[in-house]
C-alpha cells in the first residue's frame, strides 16, 4: 500500500491534524479549566502567605514553621476581631441591603409596566401581556443559592489547603517541578520560578493596595451623599475591584438599587461618586501604585477575563488577571528573550 502523499495532501493532513488538536486541547481545557483555576488559586494564596513568612522570618529569625503558624493566627485573629467588632452593623447593613433590593426592583417593575414598548422589548412580543414576577422561580434560587454557597466553601476549602501546604514547604514542590525539565534547563527554571514569584507578590500588594483605597473613598462618598448602607456597599465595591474593569461596574448595581430604592434622585449621586471614585482610580491611584507593582495592557486584561471566564465561569473572572500576569511573565522569559534573544524587562522588576 502507497502511503506517500503528495506536498499539498500533507500540508492538508496537517493542517487537519492540527485543527483537531486544538478542538480537543479546548475540550479538555473547557473539562477542567475549573480545577485547574482553584490549584492557581491556591497557589496565589501560598505566593501570599510565603511574602508574610518571610517578612516574618526576617525580622524574628524563627524556623519558617513558626513564621508560617505565626503569620496564620495573626490572619485568623485579625479576621476573628474584624467579624467580633464590626460583623454585627455589617450584617445588619447585609439584612437590610437584601431588605431594599426588592423593593428597588418592584420600583422598576412598576416603571417598566408603564410602558408598553419597554415591556415588549424585555419580554418580546409573545409576553407582552405578562407582568415581570420571580415569584414562580423563588424555590429554585433559593435552592440554587443553597447549591452555589455549598460549592464556593468547598472550593474555598480547597484553594486554603493548597495554599497552606504550598505555602508551609515551597522548596518541595518547586524542586520536584524543576526536576521535570532537562539538566542543562534547571538553573533558568528557576530564575523564571523566581521571576512568577516576584511578579505575582507585586501584583498581588498593587490590588490589595487599590482596593482598600477603592472601598473607603467609595463608603466616605456615599456616606458623605446620604447613601444607606455605605459601608457595606464600600465593602463590595472593593471585593469587586479585586476583577479590574469588570469588578467596578458590577459594585455599582447594588449601590443603584439602593438609592433607588431610598430616592429615585440619589441614583445619579451614586453614579457620580462610583465615576470620581474609578476616574481616581485610574489616573492616580493605580498609576501611583504601579510605580513599583505590576501593570497590564487593558486589552490583555479584558480579553483574559472574558476567554477565561468562557472557560471557567466565575472563577475564570476572578484569576484572569493574576494568570495573565503568569503568561506574560513566560513569554517575555521563554519566548522573548530566550527563543527571539531580545533583551526586556520582566513583570514586577
Avoid: H
Avoid at 526576617?58 to 467579624?83: D, E, K, N, T
Avoid at 472557560?311 to 503568561?327: C, H, R, S
Avoid at 530566550?338 to 513583570?347: K, M
Amino acid at each position: 500500500m502507497d502511503t506517500n502523499f503528495d506536498p499539498y495532501t500533507k500540508r492538508v493532513l496537517i493542517a487537519g491534524a492540527t485543527v483537531l488538536g486544538f478542538v480537543l486541547l479546548a475540550l479538555i481545557l473547557q473539562r477542567v479549566a475549573s480545577v485547574l483555576l482553584l490549584i492557581f488559586a491556591g497557589i496565589l494564596l501560598a505566593v501570599f502567605l510565603d511574602s508574610l513568612t518571610s517578612l516574618v522570618q526576617a525580622r524574628i529569625g524563627l524556623a519558617r514553621g513558626w513564621c508560617l503558624g505565626l503569620v496564620v493566627l495573626l490572619l485568623g485573629l485579625a479576621f476573628a476581631a474584624s467579624g467580633w467588632f464590626a460583623g454585627p452593623p455589617i450584617n445588619d447593613q447585609i439584612n437590610r441591603l437584601g431588605e431594599r433590593i426588592p423593593s428597588a426592583i418592584e420600583r422598576i417593575q412598576a416603571t417598566v409596566a408603564q410602558y408598553e414598548w419597554v415591556r415588549s422589548f424585555l419580554l418580546g412580543p409573545s409576553g407582552s401581556g405578562q407582568g415581570i414576577s420571580f415569584s414562580g422561580q423563588a424555590m429554585s434560587f433559593v435552592a440554587g443559592g443553597i447549591t452555589n454557597t455549598i460549592g464556593a466553601l468547598a472550593s474555598g476549602l480547597v484553594v486554603l489547603i493548597i495554599g497552606l501546604y504550598a505555602a508551609a514547604t515551597p522548596s518541595v514542590y518547586i524542586d520536584g517541578a524543576i526536576r521535570l525539565l532537562p539538566p542543562a534547563r534547571r538553573s533558568r527554571g528557576r530564575e523564571v520560578v523566581r521571576a512568577l514569584g516576584k511578579a505575582l507578590r507585586w501584583w498581588l500588594l498593587g490590588r490589595i493596595a487599590s482596593m482598600a483605597i477603592v472601598g473607603a473613598l467609595t463608603a466616605v462618598g456615599l456616606w458623605i451623599a446620604g447613601i444607606p448602607l455605605a459601608f457595606v456597599l464600600g465593602l463590595i465595591a472593593a471585593l469587586l475591584s479585586f476583577v479590574p474593569y469588570i469588578g467596578p461596574i458590577a459594585s455599582v448595581v447594588p449601590a443603584a438599587l439602593v438609592a433607588l430604592a431610598d430616592s429615585p434622585n440619589k441614583v445619579l449621586y451614586v453614579l457620580v461618586i462610583y465615576w470620581a471614585v474609578q476616574l481616581l482610580e485610574s489616573y492616580l491611584i493605580t498609576p501611583l501604585i504601579q510605580e513599583r507593582a505590576v501593570s497590564l495592557p487593558p486589552a490583555v486584561l479584558i480579553s483574559a477575563q472574558v476567554i477565561i471566564g468562557i472557560l471557567a465561569g466565575a472563577i475564570g473572572v476572578l484569576m484572569a488577571t493574576p494568570l495573565a500576569v503568569v503568561l506574560i511573565v513566560l513569554i517575555q522569559m521563554l519566548y522573548v528573550a530566550d527563543t527571539l534573544g531580545d533583551s526586556v524587562p520582566t513583570l514586577g522588576e
